[in-house]
């Protein structure tokens, strides 16, 4: 009898195969078909939505896939995000960050709606959208209504407004950066920064 040449990595795989094969076949299936079958590719049934990663200023562009039906009261579920190859800034890479954007998303300690802590209260609590435009609009007005400084004390007109502040988004576009910028400076604020630069 002559003697097989065989790796013993070579002789397990072998017979591990030929175990599970046999003991399938024993019980009158065939495992051909089943080994045959290409794996379906995850992201076939999902929906595509395109968005920007939130670190940085850099501002990749993403692809979001989520899975549900959209219909009314379904809730969809993201599954995977991977950066957009069709992005100017980041054509398909993304950094560690990025590339981790679904725990992020999943974050249970993820900030999802506008919150609020009154003076003297120990909690944040949730309140509407409304309700924190609203608020932000007040104390804006109330503040640049005392502390707006049209003219100095040698007669120029500055109209300028330097007690409140705002930081701009850069994940956003040109169209939206340039109303930004017009609406801060049309009220006299000077104190105005960006995200691109923090
Ligand atoms: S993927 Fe990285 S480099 Fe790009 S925006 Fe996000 S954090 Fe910044």
Redesign the pocket.
């Known amino acids: 009898m002559g003697v097989i040449d065989v790796t013993r990595r070579g002789f397990f795989k072998f017979g591990g195969t030929a175990l599970a094969g046999s003991t399938l076949a024993a019980l009158g299936f065939d495992p051909q078909p089943a080994l045959a079958q290409v794996r379906p590719f995850k992201l076939a049934r999902t929906t595509e939505t395109r968005n ?9 562009g ?1 692809i979001m896939y989520s899975i549900g039906d959209r219909s009314r009261n379904a809730r969809s579920e993201i599954i995977h995000i991977e ?1 957009d190859p069709d992005h100017p ?2 054509r398909g890479t ?6 981790g ?1 679904l725990d992020f998303v999943r974050s249970p300690t993820r900030t999802q709606y506008p919150m609020y802590r009154g003076p003297g209260e120990r909690q944040f609590r949730r309140v509407s959208w409304d309700w924190a435009m609203e608020r932000i609009a007040t104390l804006m007005k109330e503040d640049r209504d005392r502390n707006f400084i049209d003219r100095i004390d040698n007669g120029t007109t500055v109209n300028r407004w330097l007690s409140t502040g705002m930081l701009a988004a850069s ?1 956003t576009t040109n169209e939206t950066a340039f109303l930004t910028y017009k609406i801060v400076r049309s009220m006299g604020m000077v104190v105005f920064d960006n995200q691109a630069r923090v």
């Open positions: 920007t990663c939130p670190y940085c200023s850099v501002s990749c993403v950066g800034v980041n993304l950094c560690p960050k990025g590339a954007l994940a």
